[in-house]
């Protein structure tokens, strides 16, 4: 989605099928392992964490690169490649996706790729590639450890995600 949105098509993934390889072989490994997964959730969290920051930082460097230089654009296409990915898992599971409930996930998104932006005068080489990264991944995991959410205002969220939609 992020390709077709800043006109770099056709899309990497099918210039470079590595990609598309990598997650049919992930995809796999997962549907046989899923039981044995399960037992492991705060791992699966941090590598979530790890590729937040991963998806922000590369998506507002493709950005820059592709002469989109706007604080607005260039977190937009972050948000998007950032959580774009879990919105469409979460709604294949038909759950309500994270970033629609009490997460702070697209937040830390939005710092990360402000970072970015403002720091790419700042430093050299691909040194705000990394600052975005680790801010990125730093907030998220924070935000895992400490249970900052933003609150959800007369709703129980238990009600909403089993699926009784009536409101506290």
Same mark, same amino acid.
Not at 39 to 56: C, E, K, P
Not at 117 to 129: A, E, I
């Given at each position: 989605?992020?390709?077709?949105?800043?006109?770099?098509?056709?899309?990497?993934?099918?210039?470079?099928?590595?990609?598309?390889?990598?997650?049919?072989?992930?995809?796999?490994?997962?549907?046989?392992?899923?039981?044995?997964?399960?037992?492991?959730?705060?791992?699966?969290? +941090?590598?979530?964490? @790890? $590729?937040?920051?991963? !998806?922000?930082?590369?998506?507002?460097? /493709?950005?820059?690169?592709? *002469? &989109?230089?706007?604080?607005?654009?260039?977190?937009?296409?972050?948000?998007?490649?950032?959580?774009?990915g879990?919105?469409?898992?979460?709604?294949?599971?038909?759950?309500?996706?994270?970033?629609?409930?009490?997460?702070?996930?697209a +937040?830390?998104?939005? @710092? $990360?790729?402000?970072? !970015?932006?403002?720091?790419?005068?700042? /430093?050299?080489?691909?040194? *705000? &590639?990394?600052?975005?990264?680790?801010?990125?991944?730093?907030?998220?995991?924070?935000?895992?450890?400490?249970?900052?959410?933003?609150?959800?205002?007369?709703m129980?969220?238990?009600?909403?995600?089993?699926?009784?939609?009536?409101?506290?």
């Amino acid at each position: 989605m992020r390709d077709v949105i800043i006109g770099n098509t056709p899309p990497l993934t099918f210039r470079d099928p590595t990609f598309l390889v990598i997650s049919c072989a992930a995809t796999v490994a997962v549907f046989f392992s899923y039981r044995w997964l399960d037992r492991y959730q705060n791992t699966i969290q +941090v590598f979530d964490a @790890i $590729g937040l920051g991963a !998806f922000t930082a590369t998506s507002a460097n /493709l950005a820059i690169m592709h *002469q &989109l230089d706007s604080p607005l654009i260039v977190t937009a296409i972050a948000v998007i490649t950032g959580i774009g990915g879990s919105v469409v898992r979460d709604m294949i599971v038909k759950e309500i996706p994270y970033v629609f409930r009490q997460e702070v996930y697209a +937040v830390n998104v939005i @710092i $990360g790729a402000s970072v !970015f932006y403002y720091s790419q005068g700042y /430093l050299p080489g691909f040194l *705000q &590639l990394y600052l975005c990264f680790i801010v990125t991944t730093v907030l998220r995991l924070c935000c895992i450890k400490y249970k900052w959410h933003f609150p959800v205002l007369g709703m129980d969220l238990k009600k909403v995600v089993s699926g009784d939609r009536k409101s506290a």
